[in-house]
């Protein structure tokens, strides 16, 4: 089983090779099999790899054991010498081989360490053994003796050492910052001429600018040079060095500590690439910088898109970093919603670059109701809330309003209606389904050709106050407590007519009687969040379990919705998971099946809208009343209290109201055709 013992005399087998002054920025090992090594403790333990193709360097005939000299550049620690080993062995002469050790001892200072290189499997057809170590770390003017042995020992030595010469001192030069010409003014003193060229100080080494300012001039002794730069930045640097090859280097960076190489041009020199997406909700940012920044990037939104606008922080929004690569989820991406990025004593804003938004808003005025009409391309939920202007600030005021457009639907118009309390209210839009969205503010121009109809919507509301206060004792509770017993609004989104006259009833209900209406359009999110479905069924078992009432508005578009439903119910289709009217009718109707009663539900009509005759056979077991002649029967039930009096039943109230609502239809042109509305009933 034993090999020949070869026993190989260093002096013979000495290669040494001349410095090659290159820059090691880790310890290494490459070698042509797969290997793993171990190092003590004098060394950090290198990483061993099995390289594409060879390393540099003519090819050693083994055996031979190769020295060179070479820099050692860890991060965060000064640059020192190094000693470069390169192996060649014949793997015919290594049976049983399963590694090899290098022994490092530096002379005078007694320093030792040793390196193993183990080979993890057999490499089928390799008839040489190669293995080069970056590299051992020497003090200048000192000797090293390196030897080598195989694991195990099979009687193979080589040995040789090297002499690491002291680096002679670098150049000397003075500079000068020119700040009129963009320029470094360069002397050299008498003696031998100097090779200078400014460069960009990164971790490891000193990077050429890029053209047409890259510039590597010699200099004779005793003369000066002008070199321009592009950006003042604090990694500038002037390096100077002698032609001859390897030579050693000075270097001054003189703008680390300098306050205007942290101003704009810093920023000018950064190149920012946009990666933000709509579709996933983020804002993406990579850098690429002349000097190794690593700001810090936090969001801020913009009053308007010019450069010039300022752009206000917006809270707990640090994005994170990896590589300079900047990202922040949970975004509504917008032009005008940007990262600030801050360094040192400046900061920049950058907005994503693309100008184009997911989605966009409009509105409109409707008697005293504002229209939002949203268009998105993503699905989404978008929160809506009136607001004041006081002291340069529009703060919403509750309560807030959601329409959602689901997962999976098709890009399309979703409605939104606001009523409006005050003349001259502003609206705030803006998506809720993320955690960081910009708020767009819409302020309507209410113009001549609204004000007949926010004339009648006004009496309307003032007669609808009018005869909740006169019938307000026969309504009130025992308990006396105003607003006690919620009531689930649901109505069909089958035209604009029908929705202006449910959200003007819904809000006479809260305002006038102080009712504890729940309504889709005015949940805070709560559709949104929780889907439309699942919305309903909570609000249906709050209603029962607190004896409240589900108010079912009519109207001749929900006679067709509720015979398609019946179709689908017999036939067995898929519900729609969005369709609140369906869902309400399917539980109306399991209620009304299992209880043989309609108790908490109530039914009523428009007369402008809808007869006795649109509401289906099925239906008509239900308390029903017509508006808006049987309006105070209406608040009578809700309340929960005795029939009204009759005086308050049929009043001059009500036939005001009634003539109102007649004169009413005859104003401008006939209703638009019925907009999408999502996550409605």
């Known amino acids: 089983m034993g ?118 499997h057999q490499a089928p057809g390799s008839s040489l053994w190669q293995v080069r170590f970056d590299c051992f770390p020497v003090e200048s003017g000192r000797q090293v003796l390196v030897s080598l042995r195989t694991i195990p020992d099979r009687g193979l030595a080589l040995s040789c050492s090297r002499l690491v010469v002291a680096e002679p001192p670098g150049p000397i030069f003075t500079h000068a910052w020119v700040p009129e010409v963009r320029a470094i003014e360069v002397w050299v003193p008498e003696g031998p001429a100097l090779m200078v060229r400014l460069c960009h100080q990164l971790a490891l080494e000193c990077e050429e600018l890029p053209r047409p300012f890259h510039r590597q001039v010699l200099v004779p002794g005793g003369h000066r040079v002008s070199l321009p730069y592009e950006f003042l930045v604090p990694c500038l640097c002037i390096e100077a060095s002698y032609p001859h090859h390897d030579s050693p280097r000075s270097k001054r960076c003189p703008f680390r500590d300098q306050p205007d190489a942290y101003g704009p041009e810093l920023w000018s020199s950064v190149r920012f690439h946009d990666y933000s997406a709509s579709s996933k909700d983020q804002m993406a940012m990579v850098l690429s910088a002349s000097c190794p920044l ?157 004000f007949g109809l926010l004339g009648l919507v006004l009496a309307l509301g003032l007669v609808v106050t009018v005869l909740l206060f006169n019938c307000r004792g026969a309504w009130r509770p025992a308990d006396g407590a105003l607003g006690g017993r919620p009531v689930l609004l649901l109505y069909s ?58 108010l079912l508005l009519w109207s001749r578009g929900s006679a067709r919705l509720f015979r398609r439903w019946r179709v689908g119910a017999v036939s067995g289709t898929p519900r729609d998971a969005h369709d609140i009217f369906g869902a309400a009718m399917a539980c109306l109707h399991g209620e009304l099946g299992s209880a043989g009663c309609s108790g908490g539900w109530v039914l009523a009509y428009f007369s402008r809208l809808c007869s006795p005759r649109d509401v289906p056979r099925p239906l008509r077991p239900l308390p029903t009343y017509r508006l808006p002649q049987q309006l105070p029967g209406l608040l009578g039930a809700l309340r929960g209290s005795p029939p009204a009096p009759r005086h308050c039943r049929r009043g001059r109230g009500g036939g005001l109201l009634h003539r109102l609502l007649e004169a009413g239809a005859g104003e401008g042109s006939p209703p638009p055709q019925p907009p999408r509305v999502a996550a409605g009933t």
């Open 294 to 450: 690593h700001p810090r990037a936090t969001l801020c939104w913009r009053e308007a898109a010019a450069e010039t606008a300022p752009c206000h922080d917006v809270p707990n929004s640090t994005a994170s970093e990896e590589e300079q690569a900047y990202t922040l989820d949970k975004v509504d991406v917008h032009p005008q919603l940007c990262f600030r990025f801050s360094y040192r004593n400046s900061s920049h804003v950058e907005c994503p670059h693309r100008p184009e938004t997911a989605w966009n808003v409009s509105v409109s005025v409707r008697g005293l109701q504002l229209r939002l009409h949203l268009t998105s391309s993503i699905p989404a939920a978008f929160s809506a809330a009136l607001c004041q202007h006081r002291g340069g600030q529009c703060e919403p005021k509750a309560p807030f309003y959601t329409v959602t457009q689901p997962e999976g639907s098709a890009p399309g118009e979703l409605a939104l209606l606001l009523p409006v309390h005050i003349l001259g209210s502003c609206v705030l839009v803006w998506r809720s389904d993320v955690h960081f969205a910009r708020k767009q503010l819409l302020c309507p121009d209410v113009s001549r050709r609204h």
């Open 493 to 550: 989104p089958d035209s604009e007519e029908h929705l202006g006259l449910v959200c003007a009833l819904a809000e006479r209900l809260r305002t006038g009687l102080g009712c504890d209406v729940r309504l889709d359009l005015w949940e805070a999110g709560g559709v949104g969040q929780a889907g439309a479905l699942p919305w309903l069924y909570a609000q249906r078992g709050r209603v029962g379990r607190q004896h409240g009432t589900v």
């Open 3 to 120: 090999c020949p013992v070869l026993l190989a005399v260093a002096a013979a087998l000495l290669l040494v090779l001349p410095g090659t002054g290159a820059a090691v920025t880790r310890l290494r090992v490459s070698a042509n099999f797969e290997c793993r090594a171990t190092a003590d403790s004098t060394l950090s333990r290198p990483r061993c790899h099995r390289p594409a193709r060879p390393g540099p360097g003519p090819p050693l005939k083994p055996p031979a054991l190769a020295l060179s000299r070479a820099r050692l550049c860890l991060p965060s620690q000064p640059c020192q010498p190094c000693l470069r080993v390169r192996l060649a062995l014949p793997a015919t002469e290594l049976g049983g081989v399963r590694g090899l050790q290098l022994n490092f001892l530096e002379l005078g200072s007694n320093r030792a360490g040793w390196l193993q290189v183990w080979r993890r």
